[in-house]
T-cell receptor, first 116, second 117 residues
Framework: AQTVTQSQPEMSVQEAETVTLSCTYDTSESNYYLFWYKQPPSRQMILVIRQEAYKQQNATENRFSVNFQKAAKSFSLKISDSQLGDTAMYFCAFEGTTSGTYKYIFGTGTRLKVLA | GAVVSQHPSWVICKSGTSVKIECRSLDFQATTMFWYRQFPKQSLMLMATSNEGSKATYEQGVEKDKFLINHASLTLSTLTVTSAHPEDSSFYIC?????????????FGPGTRLLVL
């Protein structure tokens, strides 16, 4: 069974600094997708960044980038120049197929607080 | 981007009553939608996969007779919590996948907060 682990329940970072959120996963599949979602206090899930497993190049999206290590099954999120609006819960998610049906599995989340 | 709506955004009901939650993809069609449940300060737990025109697929431990799912059209899935009890109080979120040139992305609704008294 696939699992997603986020080992940091809470983190804080000073405004304008850089922070890295960790995520590891376990799967026997060779092709899959990985995601980072942000859930602010409104609880609306917002896609931050996506990575296809067959792509070796790490995905980037403005201030957000990932360090994807397929062999180590690691998928960390780096937030550069942190802003107050980045304060939120961040979930790592794995999308794979089980018995031909694809679905998301979420990690337990990391609560990030950006300090002024 | 794509927009997924949910209605209602919050609902309070008496124990024993049934509550219907709607999930709509507003600007795209979705043959599959997903329903999640989220307890306070916890992660999203997949409850079931809603399939347009066929039966939903439920995750292990989710009572299909308790949580009825209907995917009547390519833009609408409904979750009905039957004979609701206080332990069903939770935040329910739906999502729908949309494929664009960069790949497939799940778009989430804003969630429905259910409180059963």
């Amino acid at each position: 069974a696939q699992t997603v682990t986020q080992s940091q329940p809470e983190m804080s970072v000073q405004e304008a600094e850089t922070v890295t959120l960790s995520c590891t996963y376990d799967t026997s599949e060779s092709n899959y997708y990985l995601f980072w979602y942000k859930q602010p206090p409104s609880r609306q899930m917002i896609l931050v960044i996506r990575q296809e497993a067959y792509k070796q190049q790490n995905a980037t999206e403005n201030r957000f980038s990932v360090n994807f290590q397929k062999a180590a099954k690691s998928f960390s999120l780096k937030i550069s120049d942190s802003q107050l609006g980045d304060t939120a819960m961040y979930f790592c998610a794995f999308e794979g197929t089980t018995s031909g049906t694809y679905k998301y599995i979420f990690g337990t989340g990391t609560r990030l607080k950006v300090l002024a | 981007g794509a927009v997924v709506s949910q209605h209602p955004s919050w609902v309070i009901c008496k124990s024993g009553t049934s509550v219907k939650i709607e999930c709509r993809s507003l600007d795209f069609q979705a043959t599959t939608m997903f329903w999640y449940r989220q307890f306070p300060k916890q992660s999203l737990m997949l409850m079931a996969t809603s399939n347009e025109g066929s039966k939903a697929t439920y995750e292990q431990g989710v009572e299909k007779d308790k949580f009825l799912i209907n995917h009547a059209s390519l833009t609408l899935s409904t979750l009905t919590v039957t004979s609701a009890h206080p332990e069903d109080s939770s935040f329910y979120i739906c999502s729908a996948p949309k494929t664009d040139p960069s790949g497939e992305t799940q778009y989430f609704g804003p969630g429905t907060r259910l409180l059963v008294l």
